[in-house]
């Protein structure tokens, strides 16, 4: 369709969007130039947009505070829970594309409502589940919940990759002598290579910014850095900078994460049903 | 008042050259026929006229009146899109009503004219619908009475006939024919179907890399066209056509000669029609002969392929008697006000 | 035809015996870690388990804890009242919001990544990251925004936003919308971007302006992913925690104890395990009426009539 817009609109458009620009970037601008201010600068009471940055909010909070390895916990639990997440989810997704058998849509809603509860609903029981098992406390704990929830959006966003492919496809491979298994794990996979990999990614970012289960999970032994930070913040004389270099290191892997997979973000956020 | 198109150019963003100065004029109340193979420009020709797209250059008239930058609502157009394009949520009625609606027409003229469209149409029936309860056809018929219900000098059909099944596709030709004699509006249509063109139009426009080819009744286009394109394009099967040279009256190809008297010398592409190449005893003297290939019958015809040397045909002759074999010599004449004689290099019709 | 290939198909597979093998580790590990807990949820409910109180070693107490909660206890009642308050304010807003830059950058911006992306960010960035940055940016004594809504005359000199009876609501529902309004954004332009061009120019070519074309053919055909995008985002605010938790703690007071801090607050702080479980249970009802109704609109939107032949 020809969209021919006259001038004073492209303008007002412009301004409109630039100004939504700068109101979504600009608290975390802030908190990126505060992660680099230090004491003198930070407390100023006028904001300062300009200042002499040092890098000494880093090592203080990773290294003098022994944060460093709440980022190798962050990094443990998304990554097992995705991989998890993806070996146990994407046969099961490539089922549902598949097949028909009865009862199949109900257990396939059955996976959304286990996406949908509440945290705060299922922490409870996991909670007393976790202590009767011994497990409350480590990172297994965490391990396990990030994968239960996150397995019902592989499933969903898995079945829409799957079904892209046209079934002729498996078919051609079975007559060709694979086994249904074989033509899935050779032929089908490869192709929804970039398809699980988005899921993928967007299952790393879930887990990475989860808080509720694993602040209640664990609350020392195997903490990611979502739940550390709120540690850092003290009713007087709380470190923002040491905060805010938390913040940046537990933030800034999931802003490159979301560049890579911006195409598939909608399809995953919406489970499937919009194709961005 | 008639439609005539300037110098029409369309360049799209991506850089594809739709339409290169496109010049034609017609008549109101003339049914027109943009014919040519996909690529040609014919449905940017056709868009440009609705007003979807801007021409990059030159301009639109209607009725002497330059409306090259006007929007579609205020340009007078009707249109009937290949798919149909209907309100999948509205009913049927409402369809059609929708540009009553839309120029806020008396509610009772609204059901009037809905009504007399639909009976027009053929679609009384199926009016409290909605389109995904419809066949083609039906569909087909909605989108026709909602381009033509708020009475538009011009209706536009781009490919109407191409999602139908072959059958009604031939039934919605007849439909229209009649359409246009009755309604007495200008309709431009858009195709890619040679007999559609040749079955419909008063004119036909044929278009080829977004210019003007031919512009012409059917049966001259048929007849005398303006170039080998033209000629290959229209007619099924398709025009023989033999590159060669003359040499003092006699056509030379590859591994035939034929006389063509009063033709120039030097090389020139020769052409005939497959049913007007007649076939002559062995005994004859001015015969060429060429050995058969394959013969399929389309009653009450069949066509013989046949070739000779490195020169391949096809003949269509009354199925009346039993057919050629295989491997059969067949006795050909070309009769001389059958031929058509092109520039081998231009294409172009000689004269 | 296709449905009979179809079906012979699946139990081509079936056949095999793979299918059920292969959903079947997904199956077993939701329902241990989450229906497992479900269940036990309902049946502590149904107790008067208590951490804090060693006489209340979880006694069947049948409906008592639901008693309590539906008659006496106002707090339920004042967190799930102002949970829907929130919900709503922010979804609309949101919405409203979010589909009017979907439809700028759709009308106005021909390359659209780089636009999108950025605007990305506050929704992808961790929850509890957002509560920080709004709680630095709302500090008191030297917070960036504080001193520019003095400046401009929002705030008085000595109040700070999160501690103000009168702004701290408005303020988390101001964040919400910073933070989600980029979702509806990007789900609706992919929904602008996906809709079939004939219809609307069919309604070009039918006289229509834009605002009708817009009322009369676009939002119709959008209808269902507004429905999704609203689902959606009335779900996961109605379950809202990380960030309000992290800048408020509910606080001040209880002016913004949404009803899963407030169950957090029960189980969590005073150890009422019985009761809290009927207050978790409570939450995940509303969540799961609000999902039933989500899936009814995936359908809607899977299996809506297209006009014939509409491809974008």
Redesign the interface.
Same mark, same amino acid.
């Given at each position: 369709?020809?969209?021919?817009?006259s001038r004073p609109?492209?303008a007002f458009?412009?301004a409109?969007?630039a100004v939504?620009?700068v109101?979504?970037?600009t608290?975390?601008l802030?908190?990126v130039l505060?992660s680099f201010k230090n004491r003198v600068d930070?407390?100023?009471?006028?904001?300062k947009w300009t200042f002499t940055p040092t890098l000494a909010n880093y090592p203080a909070v990773f290294i003098g505070k022994d944060y460093w390895p709440l980022a190798i916990n962050s990094l443990i639990i998304s990554t097992s829970s995705t991989a998890l997440c993806i070996l146990?989810?994407a046969?099961?997704a490539?089922?549902?594309a598949?097949?028909?058998?009865p009862g199949k849509e109900d257990?396939f809603?059955?996976?959304?409502?286990?996406r949908?509860?509440?945290?705060?609903?299922?922490?409870?029981?996991?909670f007393?589940?976790f202590t009767a098992l011994g497990l409350i406390d480590t990172i297994y704990a965490v391990v396990?919940?990030h994968?239960?929830?996150n397995?019902?959006l592989v499933?969903w966003m898995m079945r829409g990759f799957f079904a892209d492919i046209p079934?002729e496809i498996d078919?051609a491979a079975v007559m060709d002598g694979r086994?249904?298994?074989g033509a899935f794990l050779f032929i089908v996979v490869p192709l929804a290579a970039p398809g699980i990999a988005a899921t993928a990614v967007l299952c790393f970012?879930l887990s990475?910014?989860?808080?509720?289960y694993a602040f209640?999970l664990v609350a020392f032994e195997g903490r990611p850095l979502?739940v550390g930070?709120?540690g850092l913040?003290t009713p007087h004389g709380t470190l923002?900078g040491q905060?805010?270099a938390v913040?940046i290191v537990?933030?800034l892997p999931?802003?490159v994460?979301?560049?890579i997979v911006?195409r598939q973000?909608?399809r995953g956020?919406?489970?499937g049903?919009?194709?961005? | 008042m008639g439609i005539v198109f300037e110098g029409v150019s369309k360049i799209f963003p991506d850089g594809t050259a739709a339409l290169h100065g496109l010049d034609l004029a017609f008549e109101t109340g003339e049914f027109i026929v943009l014919l040519g193979p996909s690529g040609s420009g014919k449905t940017t020709a056709c868009r440009v006229l609705a007003g979807?797209?801007?021409p990059t250059g030159g301009r639109i008239l209607v009725g002497g009146r330059d409306i090259t930058a006007l929007p579609p609502r205020l340009r007078g157009i009707g249109m009937v899109f290949q798919n149909y394009a209907l309100y999948s949520h509205k009913s049927v009625f409402e369809n059609i009503a929708y540009p009553l609606r839309v120029r806020k027409i008396p509610r009772a003229e609204i059901e009037r004219s809905v009504k007399a469209m639909a009976d027009l149409l053929q679609i009384g029936r199926y009016l409290h619908r909605k389109p995904g309860q419809l066949s083609g056809g039906q569909a087909q018929r909605v989108a026709v009475a909602r381009a033509l219900v708020w009475q538009p000098d011009i209706c536009l059909m781009d490919e109407p006939l191409s999602n139908l099944d072959a059958l009604l596709r031939l039934h919605m030709r007849t439909e229209l024919k009649r359409l246009h004699r009755e309604l007495r509006k200008t309709f431009v249509f858009v195709t890619h179907d040679q007999e559609e063109a040749m079955t419909l139009a008063t004119r036909v426009a044929v278009l080829r890399d977004g210019e003007l080819v031919q512009f012409d009744t059917p049966q001259t286009v048929y007849r005398k066209p303006a170039s080998r394109f033209v000629a290959e394009f229209m007619g099924r099967p398709a025009m023989n056509t033999f590159d060669g040279s003359v040499a003092g009256g006699k056509f030379r190809a590859a591994s035939f000669e034929w006389a063509v008297p009063g033709l120039p010398d030097g090389p020139i592409t020769l052409g005939i029609r497959p049913e007007q190449i007649e076939l002559v005893d062995a005994s004859a003297t001015d015969s060429v002969a060429f050995e058969v290939d394959v013969v399929e019958h389309v009653e009450p015809d069949m066509l013989i392929f046949a070739r000779r040397g490195a020169s391949n045909l096809i003949v269509r002759a009354p199925n009346g008697r039993r057919g050629p074999e295989h491997g059969a010599l067949l006795h050909l004449r070309f009769p001389p006000d059958a031929l058509h004689a092109f520039d081998s290099k231009t294409g172009k019709r000689l004269p | 035809m296709t449905t009979r290939t179809?079906?012979t198909?699946?139990t081509?597979?079936?056949d095999?015996g793979?299918?059920p093998l292969?959903?079947l580790?997904?199956?077993v590990?939701?329902i241990v870690?989450?229906?497992?807990?479900?269940y036990?949820?309902m049946y502590?409910a149904t107790t008067d388990l208590s951490f804090a109180d060693a006489s209340r070693n979880g006694n069947f107490i049948g409906l008592d804890n639901f008693r309590k909660l539906m008659r006496d206890d106002p707090l339920f009642w004042d967190s799930f009242l102002l949970t829907l308050k929130f919900v709503v304010l922010a979804v609309s807003i949101e919405f409203l919001l979010g589909f009017a830059?979907a439809f700028?950058?759709f009308?106005?911006?021909a390359r659209q990544?780089l636009?999108?992306?950025?605007?990305?960010?506050?929704m992808? +960035?961790?929850?509890?990251?957002v509560g920080?940055?709004?709680?630095?940016?709302l500090?008191g004594?030297?917070g960036?925004v504080t001193?520019?809504m003095r400046k401009v005359g929002l705030l008085s000199q000595n109040a700070a936003v999160l501690s103000s009876p009168d702004l701290v609501f408005p303020a988390i529902v101001a964040i919400d919308v910073?933070q989600w309004t980029?979702?509806v954004t990007?789900?609706m332009l992919?929904?602008l971007m996906?809709l079939p061009?004939s219809p609307?120019?069919a309604a070009m070519m039918d006289g229509a302006g834009p605002l009708r074309i817009f009322l009369d053919v676009m939002l119709p055909l959008l209808k269902p +992913?507004i429905a999704?995008?609203l689902l959606?985002r009335g779900?996961d605010a109605?379950?809202e925690?990380?960030k309000v938790f992290?800048m408020t703690g509910g606080g001040p007071g209880t002016l913004t104890e949404l009803v899963?801090i407030y169950?957090?607050r029960v189980?969590?702080r005073n150890w009422d395990?019985g009761y809290?479980?009927a207050v978790?249970?409570m939450?995940?009802l509303v969540?799961?009426i609000?999902?039933?109704i989500?899936?009814k609109a +995936?359908y809607w939107?899977?299996n809506r009539p297209t006009p014939l032949g509409g491809h974008s």
């Open positions: 369709m020809d969209r021919p817009a609109w492209i458009a412009w409109v969007l939504a620009v109101i979504a970037l608290p975390y802030w908190i505060a930070l407390f100023a009471s006028i904001p146990i989810g046969p099961a490539y089922v549902f598949r097949m028909d058998f257990l809603f059955f996976f959304l409502t286990t949908m509860a509440p945290p705060i609903s299922i922490a409870v029981p996991l007393l589940f396990i919940a994968t239960s929830f397995l019902s499933v079934r078919e086994s249904r298994l970012i990475w910014n989860e808080f509720l209640i979502t930070i709120p913040v923002w905060v805010a913040a537990a933030t999931i802003v994460f979301t560049f911006q973000l909608v956020l919406t489970f049903a919009v194709k961005g | 979807l797209e801007n | 179809a079906s198909r699946g081509l597979l079936l095999r793979i299918g292969l959903v580790p997904a199956t590990l939701v870690f989450l229906v497992g807990p479900f036990y949820m502590t830059l700028l950058i009308k106005f911006v990544r636009l999108t992306t950025l605007l990305l960010i506050p992808m +960035i961790a929850p509890v990251a920080l940055i709004w709680r630095l940016l500090q004594d030297f960036m001193y520019y910073w980029p979702f990007l789900v992919a929904g996906s061009r609307i120019e +992913i999704l995008v959606l779900i109605f379950k925690f990380d992290i899963s169950a957090y189980n969590f395990l809290g479980a978790a249970f939450v995940y969540v799961l609000l999902c039933s989500f899936y +995936i939107s899977a």
